[in-house]
């Protein structure tokens, strides 16, 4: 079983930043990939950054050069680092992994989501 920790949400104002950081620990054996979703009220989850084993990354549109993520695999943890916020990035942000258990079993894993909400 794996489990992911999130850290770092709360309340900025529009134009200020806060940094997000997601540990993994359990029974892993390799992380294929570590993302960011997030859910607004009444909308869909959806894929904020996401970045492979590799150090490839995808971002959503709306978040390109003012959100960047990054991992440190040693300590199996990402980070989202979020600038220039917007109102309208207000939402609980989860943090997802992918990869392989010890047990040799593909693992999806989600974390708690931790709230973001950016005042105007």
């Known amino acids: 079983q794996v489990q992911l920790v999130e850290s770092g949400g709360g309340l900025v104002q529009a134009g200020g930043s806060l940094r997000l950081s997601c540990a993994a620990s359990g029974s892993i054996f390799s992380i294929n990939a570590m993302g960011w979703y997030r859910q607004a009220p009444g909308k869909q989850r959806e894929l904020v950054a996401a970045?492979?084993?590799?150090?490839?990354?995808n971002y959503t549109d709306s978040v390109k050069g003012r959100f960047t993520i990054s991992r440190d695999n040693a300590k199996n943890t990402v980070y989202l680092q979020m600038n220039s916020l917007k109102p309208e990035d207000t939402a609980v942000y989860y943090c997802n992994s992918k990869g392989i258990a010890s047990t040799w079993r593909f693992y999806d894993s989600w974390g708690q989501g931790t709230q973001v909400t950016v005042s105007s």
């Open positions: 970045i492979t084993s590799g150090d490839i990354t």
